[in-house]
């Protein structure tokens, strides 16, 4: 079990689209520790493979703040989704990037656990955004992307302010 470095914006491989998981081995058991143990170093919900640098289609949530309700997703797939809602979000892969998005908080999953089994839950409030932002990893997209038009500007405003600043 070990820490992993997380990837960060604007790192071309965040934008790459994960691989279903089919072999559901010891790399794979690997995988869901250092994801486990990269995430419970953070204070976030939830942590997707391809934010370690594995594209495969896993990610953990823990929406508690004493990490004692870990949840593991292999494939996961959204079967339901209802109340739309405003959420504040960031991203480990984005630090000090907090945007508004529209997000529905409740969703129903299916996905298989790290053995293979497969189950299906639902899920309401951040346990329910936090999957959906986790999922978006798996598609290499990034929660600035739902961000409205504007707001979009900004970040990317900021961006190259910061990167003047670094090489001037
Ligand atoms: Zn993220």
Redesign the pocket.
């Known amino acids: 079990m070990a820490q992993r470095p997380i990837l960060q914006y604007p790192d071309p491989r965040l934008r790459e689209r994960s691989a279903p998981v089919t072999a559901f081995d010891a790399g794979l058991e690997q995988l869901v520790d250092d994801l486990l143990d990269t995430l419970f170093a953070t204070d976030a919900i939830g942590l ?1 493979a391809p ?1 370690i640098d594995d594209r495969r289609r896993v990610l953990v949530t823990d929406p508690t703040a004493e990490r004692t309700d870990p949840q593991i997703y292999v494939n996961p797939e959204i079967t339901g989704r209802a109340m739309p809602g405003i959420v504040e979000e960031s ?3 984005l630090p000090g990037v907090v945007g508004n998005v529209i997000r529905r908080t409740r969703v129903r999953v299916r996905a298989q656990d790290r053995a293979g089994a497969p189950f299906e839950r639902e899920l309401e409030g951040m346990a329910a955004v936090s999957l959906q ?2 999922i978006d ?1 798996l598609d290499g997209k ?2 600035i992307d739902r961000l409205s038009p504007i707001r979009r500007l900004l970040f990317f405003a900021s961006q190259k302010a910061k990167a003047r600043r670094a090489t001037g």
């Open positions: 997707s934010q991203c480990l892969s932002h986790e990893h990034l929660f």
